[in-house]
């Protein structure tokens, strides 16, 4: 009886695979490069591992007006790694402006995602890749 004015959810969008769902995210969503984002990125290729234990990632971004390609790595307390083809999430840190800018991004892989996205909600979480230790950020 109290459900009568409430607002019906659209159906998620599922698609085939990650690469469809980046497709989609390049060419029907906006994803400004702002600190604290979690931008979509497909995994394009397995770098070396650090010194400490972190890996690194050759990513895509989906940013506006196309993609852009960045490294990114997982943190060195990381027990779960993407592979190959994964649609994940590339969270920034930092916008190095004295860096050029195609370098200028630097963050980490805080999570898979699953090739469904949910209106009005984002992308769905397939697994975490931020260790638990690691606290989130606060803005204010």
Wanted: hydrophobic share 45%; glycine share 10%; net charge neutral.
């Amino acid at each position: 009886m109290f459900g009568w004015f409430k607002k019906k959810d659209d159906p998620p969008l599922v698609f085939p695979d990650n690469r469809a769902a980046f497709d989609y995210a390049i060419s029907h969503m906006d994803y400004p490069l702002l600190l604290g984002a979690v931008i979509p990125a497909l995994v394009e290729e397995e770098g070396k591992a650090g010194a400490e234990g972190e890996r690194y990632y050759l990513l895509r971004l989906a940013t506006r007006g196309g993609d852009r390609t960045v490294w990114g790595c997982t943190l060195k307390e990381g027990t779960d790694f993407p592979n190959i083809g994964d649609l994940v999430g590339f969270r920034i840190v930092t916008i190095a402006s004295d860096l050029p800018a195609n370098m200028n991004l630097i963050g980490y892989i805080a999570c898979q995602f699953a090739p469904v996205l949910v209106k009005e909600k984002g992308w769905r979480i397939a697994r975490n890749l931020t260790p638990a230790g690691i606290k989130p950020e606060l803005h204010m």
